[in-house]
């Protein structure tokens, strides 16, 4: 029997992605989104209000990285979700963490979170159904400690994903099954 629950996000698991920006004095600016996702191979989509200071920033520079949240990190990524960076100018600096300017855009790159994605910003989208930054992805990258025979592998990456019911993390790092293969056993000839 199924139960009835009250409306939420309730699609699990959710990313946890930093995003990150400059601010307009240079500064390093990162927040924390669960709603986001690749729109098409290339292409990122964050659904992300424009009240934010890091959509400003995104417009303003014309780019931003896109890191996946560790296991190492959740105290961090957490806080980059609590705190705005409209009212704590030093919350980057707060955190600990470090970063470095990318490679391919104006935009820093965290350190500390195992792989980025660069993006250009592409477009500000705003309708009935929701709102977000789309960018062209243009380059990404890895830790070496998360590569293996220069591949990354998702279980030394140690992601973390954000459960919607009841608000917690969860470590997303066990391979289960092997995508376009194991399907063919029901596969009729």
């Not at 992601?159 to 399907?183: C, L, N, Q």
Request: net charge negative; hydrophobic share 40%.
């Amino acid at each position: 029997m199924r139960k009835k629950l009250n409306l939420t996000e309730g699609i699990f698991p959710m990313p946890v992605l930093m995003i990150a920006t400059y601010n307009e004095d240079g500064s390093v600016d990162v927040m924390n989104a669960a709603w986001g996702t690749m729109q098409e191979r290339g292409t990122v989509a964050l659904n992300l209000t424009e009240t934010h200071k890091t959509v400003k920033n995104i417009k303003a520079r014309g780019a931003f990285t896109v890191s996946i949240a560790d296991e190492d990190h959740i105290v961090e990524a957490d806080y980059f979700g609590i705190v705005s960076g409209n009212k704590e100018s030093h919350k980057f600096e707060n955190s600990g963490l470090t970063a470095s300017h990318a490679q391919m855009v104006d935009a820093p790159v965290i350190q500390e979170f195992p792989l980025c994605l660069e993006c250009e910003f592409i477009e500000y989208q705003t309708n009935e159904y929701g709102c977000g930054v789309i960018g062209k992805v243009v380059n990404i990258t890895a830790d070496e400690k998360v590569m293996k025979d220069d591949h990354i592998d998702m279980s030394l990456v140690k992601a973390i994903a954000f459960d919607p019911y009841t608000h917690g993390y969860y470590r997303v790092s066990e391979r289960v099954g092997e995508a376009f293969k194991d399907g063919l056993k029901l596969k009729k000839s």
